[in-house]
């Protein structure tokens, strides 16, 4: 069973920095593709970030020089560090993962409750 649990969001000002952890478990058939994506109210489902398991990087054009995503396989844990902040990155971020690679990561197979990022101007 795939479990992904979310954590490190809250409130910063414009500017500001956060990193988000994705703890993973049950991620043991064969390689994941694993990533974030975000959901503001009343927005569609935006990809931010993936890691192919090929060991590619993807971003969002959005997030680009602005957000990394790092995985730590030793300690099951995604990260996505985000930098200089802007109100438009406020939005319930989830991590996911598929063993898939040509999914969007919005619509990827499994992914957590989500963790609330809220940015003030």
């Known amino acids: 069973q795939v479990q992904l649990v979310e954590s490190g969001g809250g409130s910063v000002q414009s500017g500001g920095s956060l990193r988000l952890s994705c703890v993973h478990s049950g991620l043991t058939h064969g390689p994941y593709c694993v990533g974030w994506f975000r959901q503001a109210p009343g927005k569609e489902r935006e990809g931010v970030a993936r890691?192919?398991?090929?060991?590619?990087?993807i971003y969002a054009d959005s997030v680009k020089g602005r957000f990394t995503i790092a995985r730590d396989n030793a300690n099951n844990t995604l990260y996505l560090q985000m930098t200089s902040l802007k109100p438009e990155d406020t939005a319930m971020y989830y991590c996911a993962a598929d063993p898939r690679n040509d999914i969007p990561t919005r619509s990827m197979q499994y992914w957590g409750q989500g963790t609330q990022v809220t940015i003030s101007s």
């Open positions: 890691r192919d398991n090929n060991g590619s990087t």
